[in-house]
């Protein structure tokens, strides 16, 4: 079983940078491909970023690509989100889930594990 903890959600301008976190326990975790979700008010949550077991694949969403990077610690069951020039339409609380035996899934209904999420807020 793995349980997550999200950290580092915060209040930027446009343009600033925030670094996620997602503390892992369970000694599953280097078999979990993990993933970044994000929820708007008012909208459905969607996929942001996956990473594989190793970390050495990943995939990201068309609307963060070349501005997000997301990498993983095995040895510190972490996952990370790295969000450089963050926009207005980047605010949302933003969740991470452990895919159990698979990797770089990006439907929500894939993951089986989340956490409870961190609030991400860009100003204008």
């Known amino acids: 079983q793995v349980h997550l903890v999200e950290s580092g959600g915060g209040l930027v301008q446009t343009g600033g940078s925030l670094r996620l976190s997602c503390a892992a326990s369970?000694?599953?975790?280097?078999?979990?491909?993990m993933g970044w979700f994000r929820q708007a008010p008012g909208k459905e949550r969607e996929f942001v970023a996956a990473?594989?077991?190793?970390?050495?694949?990943?995939q990201y969403a068309d609307s963060v690509k070349g501005r997000f990077t997301i990498s993983r610690d095995n040895a510190k069951n972490t996952v990370y989100l790295q969000m450089n020039s963050l926009k207005p339409e980047d605010t949302a609380v933003y969740y991470c889930?452990?895919?159990?035996?698979?990797?770089?899934?990006?439907?929500?209904?894939?993951?089986?594990?989340w956490g409870q999420g961190t609030q991400v807020t860009v100003s204008s």
């Open positions: 889930a452990a895919d159990p035996g698979y990797s770089l899934r990006t439907m929500t209904s894939d993951y089986d594990v």
């Open positions: 369970g000694r599953i975790f280097s078999r979990c491909g």
């Open positions: 990473i594989s077991w190793s970390g050495g694949s990943t």
